[in-house]
Nanobody, 122 residues
Framework: DVQLVESGGGSVQVGGSLRLSCVAS????????LGWFRQISDKEREGVAG???????SYADSVKGRFTISQDSAKNTLYLQMHSLKPEDTAMYYCAAHVNGGTWSDHTKYTYWGQGTQVTVS
């Protein structure tokens, strides 16, 4: 099993940038399909970006052109670079991993989750 720990969240002004990190342990991250999700209160988790085991990436329409998902295999770390942040990007951000196949944005496919890191844009 893989364990995931996010960091990098914080408070930022509108238009600012943040980079979230998700460090994996217990297994090689490259074996998994990986994703970043966000959640506001008790609303459903929303897929933000995903990266497949072949390196292909996908993004929610709301973040295309502003967010970039990437991974560093040597560091076993997943990143989410966020630019031009908006108030509506405020949420708890989670990284997740699965080997189940299916749509990258379907949170029910993901088996492993981090504890989350809060992003607040104001």
């Amino acid at each position: 099993d893989v364990q995931l720990v996010e960091s990098g969240g914080g408070s930022v002004q509108v238009g600012g940038s943040l980079r979230l990190s998700c460090v994996a342990s217990g297994d090689t991250m490259g074996r998994y399909c990986l994703g970043w999700f966000r959640q506001i209160s008790d609303k459903e988790r929303e897929g933000v970006a995903g990266i497949e085991s072949d390196g292909s990436t996908s993004y929610a329409d709301s973040v295309k052109g502003r967010f970039t998902i990437s991974q560093d295999s040597a560091k076993n770390t997943l990143y989410l670079q966020m630019h031009s942040l908006k108030p509506e990007d405020t949420a708890m951000y989670y990284c997740a991993a699965h080997v189940n196949g299916g749509t990258w944005s379907d949170h029910t496919k993901y088996t492993y989750w981090g504890q989350g890191t809060q992003v607040t844009v104001s």
